[in-house]
């Protein structure tokens, strides 16, 4: 119930993420936004949760994760009705969307980790896999919820009425979760924002690496998909299968039909060892990433999807397993550290991603170029192939901790 409870309340907490980007157009007509204000305002979201998830996270060593995911959870809410009501250009925009980037800040990893606290050590890597797919099942109905709420209604609505999502977030946790202070024993003996026995734990240093190549791979590929999905078709021949399909709704639908691949994973590590598993998935990913990026100027779009859908599968069933491997081999009394520095690196690897790959396609002859298309997406399997060197490190390390 408790692991269910709070998959819900991560769900109905991320209703306000994607509020913006969803509804880009509707702003910059009436708002007259540039692209790098547009940018601007989608950004400063991400801003907000990198500045405040090192303390925020960290701070779940010291005071209960449940206080810190309450008041984030309600900023969240806040900051929806707050840019419904005050938000009319850049500068207003920004501010809420900033709020709202702090409130996951403290939402999501103090989300987990108070779960994690709560749960028997055997039932802890089981529910990061439910709770870190829940985020993207969350992300995903967002820009659902808003599209469909400013459709129905209009933009200030859909950002009043997608409050809500949080406000009952805030409902469950309070139900499900019970008050728990660290233990004075269990209290780092360190100062806040000191990260150097995070960084000294070097099998959950490999995991947060790991962690980072992942997310250059996925956020890479998240990023470039529908682009590559347009130009895929544009190489088809007049009459050809899925030419009226269209390339957004393609590319939710990966993503979705992708999410159970992550829980998945995990529950083959448990089976099956997670380093040999990350290894065996990540190898996996590497030829299938490659494959697909070279399908687009070659193969009939029908084989094109379907690679898509192989891919989407095979580059998120790391997710879950990684993030669960950073909890597992994380010191329990600098858990809140670890996982606020796992998140940091992490986004660190989404931000780079989607940059290189541009790079690369730029570099190798541009998106009319399906040679280059190939080259671009096999850079994101170069990256990725760095993971099974960090798993082999893991096991070194865990000859040594065993002699």
Known sequence: MLILALCVAETLGMATFATFPALLPTFRAEWGLSNTEAGWIGGVYFAGYLMSVPVLVSLTDRVDPRRIYLVAMALSCVAAVGFA????????????????????AGTYMPGLKALTDTLPEKYQSRAVAFYTSSFGVGSSLSFVIAGELAAAFDWRWAFILSAIGPALAIVFAFWVLRPKAPAGDALPATRLLDFRPVFANRRALAFTLGYAVHNWELFGYRTWIVAFLVFAQSQQPAGAIGLAWSATTLAALVNLIGLPASVLGNELAHRFGRRQVLIA?????????????????TLPFVAVVFLAFVYGWTVI???????????????????????AMHSMIGFVGSFIGPLAFGAVLDGAGGEENGTAWGIA????????????????????????DAA
């Open 85 to 104: 009501v005050a938000a009319d250009g850049v500068a207003s925009a920004s501010l809420w969307r900033f709020l709202q980037g702090i409130g996951l």
């Open 317 to 339: 069933g790391d997710s879950a397993t990684l993030t669960a491997g950073v909890v597992a081999a994380a010191d329990p009394r600098y858990r809140g550290a670890t996982m």
């Open 377 to 400: 997406f096999a850079s994101l399997s170069a990256v990725i192939l760095i993971g099974p060197v960090l798993m082999m490190t893991i096991a070194k390390q865990a000859e040594r």
């Open 281 to 297: 998935v990540m190898i996996a990913s590497a030829i299938a990433g490659t494959a697909f990026g070279f399908s687009g100027a």
